[in-house]
């Protein structure tokens, strides 16, 4: 089965309000994490990404939270606005290969 | 632009056809992966390249795919034999080194009728 999983297939949220998306993973030696957004029609996007040296990590507009004992992840993203909308992807980065979760797709209500 | 460039964004074709996919790497990235995304899946890694060697083929699905990388740069993945379940989004990614993000282009949409 899939290492990475995301726990809501769908989130809907308000205009300016943040948005949280959730995120488990299985493999305990994991140790670096990247979360990607993808808009209909195109790649994986790059957001940011966190090691497991670090609990909290923050980029512009979004903080990635780590926790290794849950073996849980979490991105927050402050004042959603509508170009924030997309599938988002956490994924556990093994050596090369990365492992995807089917993803949350977030629609942000104007 | 400097971002992974793949091309064709989008590939028709017959059933049993040969398709080749392109994919141009971030200038002076050593490692390009090469995955799978069918609709609604997550995606699937395929092959993975350091510089023209590739140490892990192991996500290749028959031996109907192949993929090579040339110069360190450019690389091709080939398709033969086209079946109906080969359609999906074919993605490729690079990165500086294996322990740094991964950048993706926007892929090949690839229909086999």
């Known amino acids: 089965g899939e290492s990475v999983g995301l726990h809501l297939p769908t989130l809907s949220v308000q205009e300016g309000d943040n948005s949280i998306i959730n995120c488990a993973y299985s493999n305990s030696a994991s140790d670096y994490f990247i979360w990607y957004k993808q808009e209909s029609g195109k790649g994986p996007q790059f957001i940011i990404d966190i090691r497991s040296n670090m609990d909290k990590r923050q980029g512009q507009r979004v903080t990635v939270l780590l926790n290794k004992t849950v073996k849980h992840l979490s991105l927050q993203i402050a004042a959603t606005q509508p170009g924030d909308s997309a599938v988002y992807f956490c994924a556990e980065n093994n050596d090369y290969k990365l492992s995807f979760g089917a993803g949350t797709t977030v629609t942000v209500r104007a | 632009g400097a971002g992974v460039s793949q091309s064709p964004s989008n590939k028709v074709t017959e059933k049993g056809k040969d398709v080749e996919l392109r994919c141009d790497p971030i200038?002076?990235?050593?490692?390009l992966y090469w995955y799978r995304q069918s609709l609604g899946q997550g995606l699937e890694f395929l092959i993975y390249?350091?510089?023209?060697?590739?140490?892990?083929k192991s996500g290749l699905p028959s031996d109907r795919f192949s993929a090579e990388r040339t110069g360190g740069s450019v690389s091709t993945l080939t398709i033969q034999r086209t079946q109906q379940e080969d359609s999906a989004v074919y993605l490729c990614?690079?990165?500086?080194?294996?322990?740094?993000?991964?950048?993706f282009g926007d892929g090949t949409r690839l229909s086999i009728l």
């Open positions: 200038s002076g990235h050593t490692a």
């Open positions: 990614a690079s990165s500086s080194n294996i322990n740094q993000p991964q950048h």
């Open positions: 390249f350091q510089g023209n060697s590739a140490p892990d």
